[in-house]
């Protein structure tokens, strides 16, 4: 299972990649492999504004539908169109291709209630 060290992670096996004011955000390997194939993904609008750790939109797969949910605050600026026609790359790409959004912080001391990759590693572990 892959742990990148340049991420923040949340015990919801959200990811988390930070550039200053900025926000790529993405489920964890861990969590699509537990999810099986990955068929619809349905993302909050660009414009809301999210609340850390609310929920901000579902996946799907063939085994299971699991709510999503923010690791930090802030306002939606994009959202992966391609996953409406390809939501396996969640599968194939969990930290490249298959990013779910990208917000512009609110509050960037929330980093602060996340995890390191080491402390993520022993949750997903066990």
Do not use: C
């Amino acid at each position: 299972m892959a742990v990148p060290e340049d991420l923040l992670y949340s015990k919801e096996h959200e990811w988390v990649r930070l550039d200053g004011d900025s926000a790529t955000i993405g489920i964890t390997d861990y969590a699509q492999n537990a999810l099986g194939d990955i068929v619809y993904v349905e993302l909050p609008r660009v414009g809301a504004k999210i609340e850390q750790f609310g929920n901000v939109g579902v996946i799907e797969s063939v085994k299971a539908v699991s709510d999503l949910f923010t690791p930090m605050s802030g306002e939606v600026v994009a959202i992966n169109d391609g996953l409406e026609n390809d939501p396996a790359a969640v599968n194939r790409e969990p930290y490249g291709a298959g990013w779910l959004l990208k917000l512009h912080l609110s509050k960037p001391d929330e980093r602060n209630n996340l995890l390191a990759p080491a402390e993520y590693d022993k949750i997903a572990a066990e």
